[in-house]
Each structure stands twice: as structure tokens, then as C-alpha cells.
């Protein structure tokens, strides 16, 4: 585990959460048909951010020797050793790939693989990925409302809300890399799944490559958070400007990604601060009214960790090793050190 200092969400994935698929019965979510985007999944109840909705095994698994699309023997092969029901199942998932193009096994598999690691705490260099099918999970739309999981300990893919997700509302997830430009995705996403996206980012690409860029660049500051708890007085600008990245990363819908972890915990650090030295100095810089809250940020960013694979305790350790440097900055601001 790594000191505050260190931390960084990624590095808090845990091998927890050993739920079987039959966790939620009767679902709570439904496939059903999807306007211009064929079958989806659709919530059947409300979701809170960091709720798990989905856990699930894959029907087909295995690691390909070469490009996806030059695995068609490989996949032959992982195919014949599936038992009846889960090639009948296998065969019913879409394919947007003609057979001029390949063979329906590999056609289907294109449509719906997801790359997955081996390991929970694979070096993704080290690792080349596996590949895996699933039943319900391959039904799911691109676009993004969902952390997706994937945990090698249970050989299971776990889909969570990464915001509130109302009854009735499409789960979606990313196909694609969000920080790749508009237009890159977009063609990746028309050369293998064959649509055309039209999500508000993609059908804005100038303005959203923008903003995702900013949020890419906000990396840096962000990790420097212990720095500034250390030496800089908390100000209403800060809090602000950390405000806005939180609103780039909602309207971008980019709430699965990292980023969204970090601004959270930005916020959570520095409603913290502006808090405790509101107390104890009755100035104005800790009224933060518009904001959430320290508890309330902490809630978010707790739920965020949990749905991307950190355990419980790992995250009650970084909390309090959180709330001790806070303290520490705290201290410091009022004696001046
Ligand atoms: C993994 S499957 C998803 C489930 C699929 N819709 C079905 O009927 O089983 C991927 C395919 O769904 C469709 N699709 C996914 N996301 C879409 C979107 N945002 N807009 C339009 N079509 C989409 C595309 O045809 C894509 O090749």
C-alpha cells in the first residue's frame, strides 16, 4: 500500500468483492431493444454512484496469440471446448461484420470482446491482455455511465453506476480510450462497430477535445495536492477553479476515468481545509456553499474507489492517512509553519 504521499487511485485496486452473478435477483436490469443502436441494457431500478449492477462471468475467455482479427483459429478452437448453451448463446450476440468479411464466430467476437488482464494487479505492459464474451455485459452500448471491472481473482466483469443512474436510463460503456481526440474514436469506433457515435462530445469534437485535454493537463496539479496541502493557504480560487474541472468531467460524462477520482479528491481536501480554517478563523475563505462538503465528497470519492476495485480497509487506511495530512495543513496554516 502506498504512503498519502504516493497514493494514487489507481493503485488501490483490491482483489475484494467476491460476488457471484446471482447477487441481484430478480435483475436489476433488463435488455431490451434500443432505438438505432439495437439491443441494449437498460436500469431497472435507481443506481447511486459506486452501486455495483452487474457481475458477471464471461461465456468465452481466453488470451489470443496475435490481433484480435487474426485470432479466427485460436478462437475456433476456445469456441468447440464451449458447452451447448453457451455457443447457442454465443451465436445469438450481434454482429456488425458481414461474412464477406469473416466468418460469424469471428464476427460476433469483434462485435462484443472486451479485453481483460489476467491478473488484478497486472502491469498492463507485462500483461498482454485476455479476451472474454459475455452474455449480457456484450449487450451494453458505448457511451459512458458505468465503471466496468474486470477481476481476474473471480474471473467475473463487475459493472457499477459512476453517477446516478435514474430506473429506466440506458447503462452504457466506453469502447474506446476517452482521451483518444473525437475524431480518432470515432473512426475506431466506425471501423469496428460500425456506428456513427452521437454522443454530445463526439458531436462537438472541437470543444470536447478541449476539455478532455485540460483534464489531461489538470493530471499533474492534481497529484500535487500533498504539496500544496503542505505549503499554500487554501483559497476560494482554488476551490473554483477545481469546481470547474469537476463540471468539464460531468458534461464530458467522463466520470469512469481516473481523473474523476482525483478531482474528487481534490475537493474533498480542500472543502477540508477551508472548513477547519473557516472554524477556527471566521474568515470567508471556508464558506464553500456551493460545493458539497468534505463528507459529502468523501462519501462520492469513497463509492468512486470502491467501484474500481479498491478494498474496503485499503480505503479507510488512505482515508485516514488523507484526513491526517489535512489536519497537518490545517495546523500549519494556523501557526503559520
Ligand atoms: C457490444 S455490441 C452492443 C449490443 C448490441 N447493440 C446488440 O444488439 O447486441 C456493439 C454494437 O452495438 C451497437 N452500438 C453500440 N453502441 C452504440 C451507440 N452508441 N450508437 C449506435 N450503435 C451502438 C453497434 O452496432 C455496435 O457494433
Not at 475467455?61 to 447457442?88: H, T
Not at 456484450?138 to 459493472?159: D, G
Not at 475563505?285 to 459529502?296: I, L, P, Q, R, W
Request: proline share 6%; aromatic share 6%.
Amino acid at each position: 500500500m502506498p504512503q498519502v504521499d504516493e497514493f494514487d487511485d489507481e493503485d488501490i485496486r483490491g482483489d475484494a468483492a467476491e460476488l457471484d452473478s446471482d447477487s441481484h435477483s430478480p435483475k436489476v436490469y433488463h435488455i431490451q431493444e434500443i432505438p438505432s443502436k439495437g439491443l441494449g441494457v437498460v436500469a431497472a431500478v435507481d443506481f447511486a454512484l459506486g452501486d455495483l449492477i452487474i457481475v458477471e462471468s464471461p461465456l468465452l475467455l481466453f488470451r489470443p496469440e496475435g490481433p484480435k482479427i487474426s485470432s479466427d483459429l485460436q478462437l475456433q478452437s476456445a469456441f468447440d471446448k464451449l458447452e451447448d448453451g453457451k455457443k447457442e448463446a454465443y451465436m445469438k450476440l450481434d454482429n456488425v461484420h458481414p461474412e464477406s468479411e469473416c466468418p460469424p464466430l469471428v464476427g460476433i467476437f469483434n462485435t462484443n470482446a472486451y479485453d481483460v488482464q489476467e491478473s488484478d494487479h497486472a502491469d498492463s505492459d507485462d500483461d498482454p491482455p485476455c479476451v472474454a464474451v459475455f452474455n449480457d455485459i456484450s449487450r451494453i452500448n458505448h457511451s459512458p455511465n458505468t465503471i466496468r471491472l474486470w477481476r481476474a481473482s473471480s474471473s467475473a466483469m463487475h459493472i457499477s453506476a459512476c453517477r446516478a443512474i435514474p430506473a429506466g436510463t440506458e447503462l452504457t460503456t466506453y469502447y474506446r480510450d476517452p482521451f483518444l481526440p473525437a475524431s480518432e474514436r470515432c473512426a475506431a469506433l466506425l471501423a469496428i462497430y460500425r456506428f456513427h457515435c452521437a454522443c454530445p462530445s463526439c458531436l462537438s469534437p472541437a470543444a470536447s477535445d478541449k476539455s478532455r485535454l485540460r483534464l489531461q493537463q489538470s493530471r499533474g496539479r492534481l497529484a500535487d495536492l500533498v504539496a500544496w496541502a503542505r505549503v499554500a493557504p487554501p483559497s476560494p480560487g482554488l476551490l473554483a477553479d477545481t469546481l470547474e474541472l469537476l463540471a468539464l468531467v460531468q458534461e464530458e460524462g467522463l466520470e469512469s476515468q481516473h481523473v474523476y477520482g482525483r478531482v474528487l479528491r481534490h475537493l474533498m481536501c480542500i472543502s477540508y481545509v477551508m472548513q477547519m480554517c473557516a472554524e477556527g478563523e471566521e474568515d470567508d475563505v471556508g464558506s464553500n456553499a456551493e460545493a458539497e462538503g468534505y463528507e459529502g465528497y468523501k462519501h462520492m470519492l469513497r463509492a468512486w474507489r470502491l467501484a474500481n476495485g479498491a478494498e474496503e480497509v485499503d480505503v479507510r487506511r488512505v482515508e485516514l492517512a488523507e484526513e491526517e495530512m489535512m489536519r497537518v495543513a490545517v495546523g500549519r496554516r494556523r501557526t503559520g509553519g
